[in-house]
């Protein structure tokens, strides 16, 4: 019997943003629903969020952060992962502005939630990316076999 891989998260707190009440009930979130998470705690550099995130194997990085520094960290943090050529999906938590919304989503955070956001909305799409980018469960469609080409004699005698 096959048994089936947990998501990995990692959740982190950019910063020196000392609110980590909303971190700590994302990762307690993400575990009921069946998420291995890694809570790195309070006062992470981007670095120290990337180095993790890529030593931990995990298949997605959740920052928090209510300092409004969302623009500065989330962008950075997806980029560095880029840069090492990682596929881990980031997502985001805290008070956003929406004017920094679609820069955040134009530099890879691929979810944005603020307080209040029903903790389903956060679960299915954090299950959704992960299957389709990470683990490629969506299905493709088949490529042809290549053809294969009868080889041609020679027509030199010896």
């Given at each position: ?54 030593a931990e194997d995990v298949d997605v990085v959740a920052l928090s952060s209510l300092s409004w520094s969302q623009e500065a960290y989330y962008t950075e ?14 997502v985001g938590g805290g008070i956003i502005s929406e004017k920094v919304k679609p820069k955040l989503l134009k530099a890879g955070v691929t979810g944005l ?46």
């Amino acid at each position: 019997m096959v048994e089936k891989r947990k998501i990995r998260v990692l959740v982190a707190k950019p910063g020196t943003d000392s609110h980590f009440r909303g971190a700590e009930l994302i990762a307690q979130i993400l575990r009921n629903a069946g998420m291995e998470v890694v809570y790195t705690g309070r006062y992470q550099t981007s670095e120290m969020i990337v180095s993790t995130a890529i030593a931990e194997d995990v298949d997605v990085v959740a920052l928090s952060s209510l300092s409004w520094s969302q623009e500065a960290y989330y962008t950075e943090v997806a980029k560095m992962l880029k840069d090492k050529g990682s596929d881990i999906l980031v997502v985001g938590g805290g008070i956003i502005s929406e004017k920094v919304k679609p820069k955040l989503l134009k530099a890879g955070v691929t979810g944005l939630y603020g307080p209040g956001t029903p903790n389903e909305v956060i679960i299915n799409h954090i299950k959704d990316r992960v299957e389709k980018e990470r683990w490629n469960k969506e299905k493709s469609p088949k490529k042809a076999a290549p053809k294969k080409t009868a080889t041609k004699k020679s027509s030199c005698k010896k």
